[in-house]
């Protein structure tokens, strides 16, 4: 077998995982990342678009914002929809000028897939991690099946970013964490469109047919969501019924269309909670998606993931630069008071947004809620934190 040495082994090259390790080797920590799909698999995956104000920031100091800084759309308000009539919150206005910026998660990988490999830094594709082990010891190992066959990496630490399916939080004892998990009753069926955005802002819609949701990439791109029941098949959704629905779901009486062009790109995604705690077993720091999931309508997920690592790198430059590991052994604290209160953000927004298809005073009770987050300047100022910059508070 390979052996390979370093101090921090990181599994996974999603946004967590790459940013990690762009962190630490800004500060000179050897790393290494390992990856189970090719290069242009994890490119291509698409999924999330909305950064934070205080992440976006992150990304510009990491040095991984020059492309996201020239290219991405930076939004100063959203739109609200509820039965065809629209409301506009003016996100900076309400939140101290900060802003969000929509450029795509996949963006945000291949900027720092780049970084790595122009650096020489060692990132493994197509490299399944299969074993994590000796985690109580100072020699924790990490190995994996790849080209070269299979290769033993002994680190320091290892930080598990390989997402809520991957092998990091499969390695902790059961009797060892607790595991809280929701799931809702609708799943997300998300299309990405050659098509111009009929919308300057993202629209969050309310419609008794379910949740819409109206996002966008570019000026010729378009991302659009439905909530649909969670058994939905994807080959029951024609491109006509698709466009049919959003059409419905988003229509006001002033913009009664949308605009529609060919889909490149089209998936169904469950909708749950998960959270992981504590995020640490021994010499095992997990990250992001590993760690938490979130429902999507609040736009967290990578946000939280970005800003999970973004402790991390500090606990990790603390423990190898000053012998300090007060911040290490802080870091699951630190992080789940965060998490939890982004799943609250995730879970009202959810539940605001997405009727129930057999409870009435749910729906009652939901339309009450939207009303005054939609008229009340103090709902509108909590939302708008909450949306523009909840992991920097
Ligand atoms: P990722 O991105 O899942 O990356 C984990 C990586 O680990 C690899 N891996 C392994 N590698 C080696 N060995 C193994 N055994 C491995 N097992 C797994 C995987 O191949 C993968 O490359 O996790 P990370 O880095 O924690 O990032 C989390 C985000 O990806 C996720 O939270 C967001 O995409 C969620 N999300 C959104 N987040 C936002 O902040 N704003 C949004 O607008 C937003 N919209 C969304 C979303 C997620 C969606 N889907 C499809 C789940 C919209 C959708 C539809
Ligand atoms: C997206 O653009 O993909 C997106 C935007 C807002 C969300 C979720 C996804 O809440």
Redesign the pocket.
């Known amino acids: 077998m390979n052996e390979i040495r370093t101090r921090v082994a990181i599994?996974?090259?999603?946004?967590?995982?790459?940013?990690l390790g762009q962190l630490l080797t800004l500060r000179g920590i050897d790393n290494v990342v390992?990856?189970?799909?090719s290069r242009d698999?994890?490119e291509k995956?698409?999924?999330?678009?909305?950064?934070?104000h205080g992440?976006a920031q992150l990304l510009e100091s990491a040095e991984a914002g020059a492309r996201m800084l020239r290219e991405g759309l930076v939004h100063h308000g959203v739109e609200i929809r509820s039965d065809g009539v629209s409301h506009r919150i003016p996100l900076s206005e309400l939140a101290d000028g900060r802003a969000i910026t929509v450029y795509g998660?996949q963006e945000v990988?291949k900027d720092l897939v780049a970084l790595r490999l122009d650096a020489g830094v060692p990132l493994y594709f197509d490299?399944?991690?299969?074993l994590i082990d000796d985690l109580n010891t100072d020699a924790p190992v990490v190995e994996?099946e790849g080209d070269q066959g299979r290769v033993r990496v002994t680190g320091e630490v290892v930080a598990g970013?390989?997402?809520?399916?991957?092998?990091?939080n499969r390695s902790i004892p059961r009797a060892e964490l607790r595991r809280y998990e929701r799931t809702f009753p609708f799943s997300?069926l998300?299309i990405l469109a050659q098509a111009p955005p009929a919308t300057d802002e993202l629209i969050y819609a309310r419609h008794e047919n379910g949740f819409a949701l109206y996002?966008l990439r570019s000026p010729t791109v378009s991302r659009l969501?439905l909530g649909v029941a969670p058994d939905e098949k994807l080959d029951d959704w024609s491109d006509e019924r698709i466009w049919d629905e959003l059409t419905v779901r988003l229509a006001t009486e002033e913009n009664p269309q949308i605009n529609v062009g060919p889909i490149l790109e089209r998936?169904i995604?469950a909708m749950r909670s998960i959270v992981i705690a504590p995020m640490r077993y021994g010499r095992l720091f997990l990250?992001?998606?590993?760690?938490h999931?979130?429902p999507?309508t609040?736009?967290?997920?990578?946000?939280?993931?970005?800003a999970?690592v973004r402790e991390l790198a500090r606990a990790l430059i603390a423990k190898f630069e000053d012998h300090d590991e007060r911040l290490l052994d802080a870091y699951s604290a630190t992080c789940l008071e965060r998490v939890w209160r982004a799943e609250e953000f995730s879970t009202n927004m959810t539940q605001m947004l997405h009727p129930s298809y057999d409870d009435d005073f749910e729906n009652g009770i939901q339309r009450a809620r939207l009303h005054q987050a939609v008229t009340s300047r103090e709902a509108m100022t909590l939302l708008s934190r909450n949306y523009v910059d909840l992991n920097s508070l």
Do not use: H
């Not at 599994?11 to 940013?19: D, I, N, R, S, Y």
């Not at 970013?161 to 990091?168: E, H, L």
């Open positions: 599994v996974g090259a999603g946004p967590a995982g790459l940013l390992i990856e189970r799909r698999y994890v995956r698409v999924r999330a678009g909305v950064i934070e992440v998660q990988v490299s399944d991690v299969t994996f970013c390989d997402g809520s399916f991957g092998v990091s997300w998300g996002s969501y998936g995604t990250a992001g998606d590993a760690a999931i979130v999507p609040g736009a967290k997920g990578m946000n939280l993931a970005l999970d």
